[in-house]
């Protein structure tokens, strides 16, 4: 995906970008691919590849919630920074709370926050599963399957908040007997299935609220 086709795409999100988001942006992949050299972020790392697969990515989120909202988020195993950075970028309304496990990852995540200047944003050295506070929106994206993902995932959402599972095809991992275990504990408000343009893999966006 090429500059000028994420501009297009994310046009069809309802999504537009200023000069400043871009440059934000190609910083960021800069930053990125320097860092990509010292620790293990990604194994995706053209410049085409990660406008696709990690940019417009982490920006489908908008599919299933308005992120033009005032709302506070927590990326959690943020990794290299999808979706949080890429959505802070986006939507610098939105107070954001990175969590990783790993430190490194951490300190990489800081130095992102501050040489791209973000501000209501922190990187958080902590699981999931040991932090005490509560979001309007909680998401995570290929950290785990989704059975094991909302024992630490849900006691992060505010009462009227949600999880969002970003996943591939969700087919396989979510099938009838999943879904009607996780139902008995919380509630599926919808799963999204679309596309990626370009290569067209499958994509999967899970929608839930605690009961």
Same mark, same amino acid.
């Given at each position: 995906m090429t500059k000028e086709e994420f501009i297009t795409e994310l046009a069809k999100l309802n999504i537009s970008l !200023?000069?400043? *988001?871009?440059? *934000?942006?190609? !910083?960021?992949?800069t930053l990125l691919i320097e860092w990509n050299d010292k620790i293990n972020l990604t194994t995706i790392t053209t410049k085409n590849e990660v406008y696709l697969k990690h940019f417009y990515d982490s920006l489908t989120l908008i599919k299933v919630v308005d992120l033009t909202k005032n709302l506070t988020l927590c990326d959690v195993g943020s990794g290299a920074g999808f979706p949080g950075i890429v959505l802070k970028i986006v939507f610098p309304n939105l107070n954001i709370t990175l969590l990783d496990a790993l430190q490194k990852r951490v300190t990489y995540l800081n130095d992102i926050i501050t040489k791209l200047s973000l501000t209501d944003i922190r990187a958080?050295?902590?699981?999931?599963e040991f932090h005490k506070e509560k979001y309007d929106i909680v998401t995570a994206r290929a950290v785990a399957n989704i059975e094991k993902l909302v024992t630490y995932t849900m006691p992060l959402v505010k009462k009227e908040g949600i999880f969002i599972a970003m996943k591939g095809n969700i087919s396989e991992e979510l099938n009838e007997e999943v879904q009607n275990k996780l139902s008995s504990k919380y509630k599926i408000v919808s799963i999204e299935t679309f596309t990626l343009p370009i290569e067209n893999s499958t994509r999967s966006l899970v929608v839930m609220k605690n009961k």
């Open positions: !200023t000069d400043k *988001q871009l440059a *934000q942006l190609e !910083t960021f992949y958080i050295h902590e699981r999931g």
